[in-house]
Each structure stands twice: as C-alpha cells, then as structure tokens.
C-alpha cells in the first residue's frame, strides 16, 4: 500500500463481498505503526498564567506532529536568569500544564517546555514571565496649599495643622512602581493627580492613602492626620465676685457668647474683684487686662473709683482669630460734692462775674449772691468733683462744668443744684439765694397826721402821683409822715433821717403857712430814686382886722376911737344924707 506518511498511524481491513451484494467485514483491525521518521514539532502555545504574583500556572498545547512515536513526559524547565529550575508540578498526559511556586516579585522569568519521542527532543516552546512588583511605596506626596509634608517613602505617618480658614483640601500621591495603582479614602486617584476634594472638620481629620503595589496581595497604607485648627475664640461662661467672696456680681446683660459688651456695678467698698473667664474651646487662650489668664479661674482686678473697662480677649487655636469681650465695672462713689461753683451774668447783661457769699467752699452747701435790678438773668456753672457723679438743677439734669442760664425775678430766686453721687444712695443739695433788686422807689401809701387828727391829701394818694398838698388847722403844730414802700426793700428818707416804711417819722413842727416837706425813696437797686413832695398848709389863728373903712354914699365915716386892731367896738355919727354904707375890713 502505497503512500503512506511517516510518523502517521494506518488501520488495515479486510472486507468480503458476497455473490448477492452483502458486505461482512469480519476479522479484527491491524494497525500498522510506520517506524518514526522524526522528532516531534515544538510543543504549541506556551502560556503562563498567575494564580497570585508570585504562583503562575504554566501550560501549553500538543506539538502538531509527535514525530510518529508516543510522546514521553514532557520536559519543563524555567530560570529567572541565573538558576534554572525543574520544578513543576503537572500530571503527564493530557493535563499540560504545571504549577510553579516561589517566584520572587519583580523579576522576569523564562519558561520553556520540549516535547521528547524515540527519536528525540523538540525544539523548545519559549514564554517569558515578569512578577509584578511589590513596590506599594509612593515617590512623593503632596497637599494643596501651603501644607508642606517633610515626605520619605519610607515614612507612612504624618501630621499636619492647617488654619480654621482651610475648610477642605486634596492630596497628590505619586507611586513608586509604574503600574501600582493608589487611592485616598477609599476613592481611585491617578499617580501624580490631585484627589477628590476632602472636607475638613475643626479638630484631627484621618486620610488614608493607601498604595497597592503591582502584585496586587502588596499594599501599603499612608496615613495622614490633618489638624484644622478651631477658630472658636468665644466664651462659654464670664462671672464676676468681689475678692474673697463667692458672691455673684450680676453683670448685664447675662452672658451670651455672642454678646461682647457687659457692665457691673459695684460699692466703692469694693477695690478689686475676681473676674472667672471660661472658654468655650479647650485649646483656646485667653488674657484679661492684657495679661495671660487661665480659662475657669479667678483673675484680681484692681478697680478705681468710676468705670473700669476691662477688656478679656480670646485668642482661637488658630491664632489668626481673636474676640474682645469688654467688660465695664463701675466701682461706685459716694462723692457728691461740687470741686467749683461760678456765677454770671446772663448773656444780655455783658456774663460778669457775680460774687458768692460766703465764697464757695466744697463743704459748704448754702449760698447767697445780689445782683442789680437790670440783671434779668444769671448763669449757674457747677462743676461736681467726681465725673461719675450727676448734677441736676432745679429738679432738671443738667452737665458739669457746662453754664445753666435762669430767668431771675425782682427778688429772692432759689436755685437748688443736687449732686447724687455714682452710688445714688448719697447725694447733696447746695442752696443758692440770688437777689435781684428791686428799682421800685415808689410808696404805696403816705399817711399825714397830727394831734388833731388826719390831715386828707389833695389829690388822693396815688403811686404815681408824687406831689401832694394839705391844708391843717391851725390846731396842728406838727405832723408826722407815715410813708410805706411798694418795695419792702426801699429806702424812706426825710431830710437826709431814714423813716422805716410803715412807721411814722419824727414829729415835724408846722409854721403857719405853707410847710414844704421832701420825702425820697430809694430803690432797692440804689441807682433808682423818687421824691414826693407834701406842702402842708397851716391855717392861722389871728381872727383880728388890720384896718376897717366904713363908706357910704355921701363920703367915708369916721370911727369913733380910731380903728385899731386890738379895739373890737367903734362907734360913728352920719349925717341923714348916708342912707345906706359899706364896711371894708382888712383882715
């Protein structure tokens, strides 16, 4: 039987054929083995597959021709370059493949496996292998911003602080080996890429960046601790207590940290307190006065007398941000004093100077002051001796050391300044007693009279009227005057005598006739005069005749003796041609 190929396996049959068309194949096959020509081809498909990094399962595929003999096991062999290796573990036969061990990460393998007949080896079926690497370390690792990390790939702790105004940040991790793959917090990032935005809480916030090396069963986590500092710089409590005591001062309003302005008020008594500030964020430093404190204890402060503002700072951890919490205590005076006391003119009369009677002296409450009748109004300047004290004047609040105009009316004007001091449980009234003069120099009546009684005046007394007569009776030898002022603070004189108004005068001897009698008054106000003048008429008692001419028709009479004064009976003889006559006395 001609051809047949080398290496290739033929079955040989023997087939009867019957006279009626049946077939029977009987016999058994004989196979003819052609004695092998070659050896076998190259085992096909050389393939390595990795169970883990370092464990690979090797396999291959059949040669195509096995050289016309059955195969003998396969040959296996692998080296990483400088020693070569036999071990594999495979079951021969149709399983081809082996399992291979112990493969150090990172370096490359060659795997090669011959197929082996009678005749020989085949040529080697070669596959090269690298173990991926176990490098799971970072060359460089960054943070946004101004955060610097001292970084060595070695290190896989670090720690940052970062101010209360970073709020978020992302981190720049670059791998060591080329194919490592990284993530932070769990979320991929590309080598050498910025990572997903990362919020930052106040206080320790953990990243995690964890590398995993080619070989994948090979990780290495980077922790970092960023520390965002706190920016509380507020109080959580502020209390106030007189040294030595547990007392609670109030302060006003109740604390609230958001409220930064707080006032006290304590008695003079009290020279310094304790001052408790406690802040709200542990980390948090605070000062009173400019020097260092300690949150939730005491502090002395000293107090003058008046307002003490005391300012309390709070300085955040991040000691960029800073609160101010001022705190006034007033330490009460009871000092109600005035230090000064001046008085003027009003602005219409020129602002002179006006002398205080007794001159003023702190401890001295009463004064008195007089001022013309054409100072209508005066300025009152008080000036109190403690600034925290107030002042009113005439139940009006009124300034220190500033001028208080007032009216002033002809007379006595009372003018009350009240000094209460800072602890309003003390205070002292000052007095002052300014007169105006009067310029009234008139008289509101003027009464004559005498031993025989009341003489009328003509006209009838009137104010404004300042010339009078009266006549008297002989009777009246002498009069008084009885002037009254319309001013009780008018002066009556008569002939250079003061007359107290209302009173009667001296006796003032009368001549028969006309008795001219000047009175003046004097205002109050000196510069303001008025003089009455009173002309008093005092009948004669002289009821004799100087002469006496009886006349008639026919020529004078005679009288019989002559007339005389001191004669008082005549008698005269006429002639019948007098029928009638007149009679002319002389008084």
Do not use: M
């Amino acid at each position: 039987v001609t051809p047949l190929t080398n290496g290739t396996s033929y079955d040989f049959r023997v087939v009867a054929v019957t006279s009626d068309g049946q077939t029977n194949i009987d016999g058994t096959p004989a196979e003819v083995r052609q004695y092998p020509a070659t050896k076998p081809t190259a085992p096909r498909e050389p393939t390595v597959l990795p169970i883990t990094a370092t464990e690979v399962q090797f396999s291959w595929q059949a040669p195509e021709s096995d050289g016309g003999s059955p195969l003998e096991p396969y040959v296996v062999s692998w080296t990483d370059g400088t020693a070569t290796s036999t071990t594999c573990n495979f079951v021969q036969g149709a399983d081809r493949r082996c399992t291979v061990t112990g493969l150090t990460n990172g370096d490359t393998y060659t795997f090669e496996v011959l197929a082996e007949n009678e005749r020989g080896q085949s040529p080697a079926a070669i596959v090269q292998y690298t173990v991926p690497s176990a490098d799971a370390t970072l060359s460089a690792l960054s943070l946004t911003g101004s955060v610097t990390l001292d970084f060595s790939p070695a290190v896989t702790a670090y720690s940052a602080t970062v101010g209360n105004d970073v709020k978020s940040l992302t981190v720049t991790p670059t791998v060591n080996a080329e194919d490592a793959k990284v993530s932070v917090d769990d979320l991929s990032v590309a080598s050498g890429s910025a990572s997903q935005t990362i919020g930052l809480s106040v206080g320790d916030n953990t990243i995690e960046v964890v590398v995993l090396a080619p070989d994948p069963s090979i990780s290495k986590t980077y922790t970092l601790t960023i520390t965002r500092q706190s920016g509380d710089a507020t109080l959580s409590d502020l209390t106030l207590t007189p040294v030595g005591s547990d007392t609670e001062i109030q302060i006003t309003p109740t604390f609230a940290d958001s409220t930064i302005f707080y006032s006290a008020t304590v008695e003079q008594t009290i020279e310094s307190v304790s001052i408790t500030p406690t802040v709200n964020d542990s980390k948090a430093l605070v000062t009173i006065g400019g020097n260092p404190a300690t949150s939730g204890e005491a502090t002395t402060v000293g107090l003058s007398l008046g307002a003490n503002a005391i300012e309390i700072v709070v300085t955040a951890e991040d000691t960029s941000i800073t609160k101010t919490y001022t705190l006034t205590v007033n330490r009460l005076s009871i000092d109600s004093s005035l230090s000064n006391l001046s008085l003027v003119t009003g602005a219409d009369s020129g602002q002179e100077t006006v002398d205080l009677s007794p001159t003023f002296d702190p401890n001295e409450t009463s004064y008195t002051a007089t001022v013309d009748s054409d100072i209508k109004s005066i300025s009152v300047t008080p000036e109190v001796n403690d600034a925290n004290a107030s002042l009113s004047i005439d139940g009006v609040s009124a300034n220190s050391n500033e001028a208080w105009e007032t009216a002033l009316l002809v007379g006595q004007n009372n003018i009350d300044l009240v000094v209460t001091a800072s602890d309003p449980n003390y205070s002292t009234t000052y007095t002052l007693v300014i007169t105006r003069k009067s310029d009234d120099s008139s008289l509101s009546s003027l009464v004559v009279s005498g031993s025989a009684g009341t003489a009328e005046l003509t006209p009838t007394f009137d104010a404004e009227t300042t010339e009078y007569a009266a006549t008297l009776d002989y009777a009246f030898s002498s009069v008084t005057l009885t002037p009254t002022t319309n001013h009780p603070g008018a002066n009556v004189t008569l002939d250079g005598v003061d007359v107290e108004s209302g009173s009667p005068s001296a006796e003032i001897p009368l001549e028969v006739g006309e008795n001219t009698i000047d009175l003046l008054v004097t205002a109050e106000d000196t510069s303001f005069t008025t003089t009455y003048t009173l002309v008093i008429t005092r009948k004669s008692d002289d009821s004799s005749l100087s002469d006496l001419v009886v006349s008639g028709s026919a020529g004078t009479v005679e009288l019989t003796p002559a007339f005389d004064a001191e004669t008082t009976e005549y008698a005269a003889t006429l002639d019948y041609a007098f029928s009638s006559v007149t009679l002319t006395p002389t008084t």
